[in-house]
T-cell receptor, first 109, second 116 residues
């Protein structure tokens, strides 16, 4: 079956760095997305990786290793507003989006 | 980025009534729209995929007669929850795609449905 694993919850301190991991087993691979979702709101796009390596976008970076079925989202200089759920999603060979359950990130002052 | 507008943002309805949720792509033509449902503390679950002018493709376990999807134009898709029951209370989210670009999925704001 198709599966995406990410930690349920993480806690970090304001100003620090946090890495949220995502591992996947899917039938084919056509890209991996990271989304941020605040409570009660729709997800917002953060990043897309289809090739191995690191993509940097401001305070957020996303890494992909296709051979390992692994990605991480790196958040730097954490702010209180970064408290949210972070969703990892993979497009399979049929371009279906397979969603992880999300990682709830709690930022403490 | 592209804008997808979903309406209403929240709705409360009585059990047994029907509710219609609209999803509009405001500045692009969406050949494909997706409808998701999200229960509290759970992942997004794809309900159906709709392509303009054709019947929607429903995911396994989703009742097509209960969740009516219409994608009559390139900028509008609707989801109608028929004969709603309390267990249908959920957060419903649409997303739209031009069909050729998979670098980003554009989401509507979501609709919080509460059936009492």
């Amino acid at each position: 079956g198709q599966n995406i694993d990410q930690p349920t919850e993480m806690t970090a301190t304001e100003g620090a760095i946090v890495q949220i991991n995502c591992t996947y087993q899917t039938s084919g691979f056509n890209g991996l997305f990271w989304y941020q979702q605040h409570a009660g709101e729709a997800p917002t796009f953060l990043s897309y990786n289809v090739l191995d390596g690191l993509e940097e976008k401001g305070r957020f970076s996303s890494f992909l290793s296709r051979s390992k079925g692994y990605s991480y989202l790196l958040l730097k200089e954490l702010q209180m507003k970064d408290s949210a759920s972070y969703l990892c999603a993979v497009t399979d060979s049929n371009y279906q989006l397979i969603w992880g359950a999300g990682t709830k990130l709690i930022i403490k002052p | 980025g592209a804008v997808v507008s979903q309406h209403p943002s929240w709705v409360i309805c009585k059990s047994g009534t029907s509710v219609k949720i609209e999803c509009r792509s405001l500045d692009f033509q969406a050949t494909t729209m997706f409808w998701y449902r999200q229960f509290p503390k759970q992942s997004l679950m794809l309900m159906a995929t709709s392509n303009e002018g054709s019947k929607a493709t429903y995911e396994q376990g989703v009742e097509k007669d209960k969740f009516l999807i219409n994608h009559a134009s390139l900028t509008l898709s609707t989801l109608t929850v028929t004969s709603a029951h309390p267990e249908d209370s959920s957060f419903y989210i649409c997303s739209a795609s031009t069909g050729g670009d998979w670098t980003e999925a554009f989401f509507g704001q979501g609709t919080r449905l509460t059936v009492v």
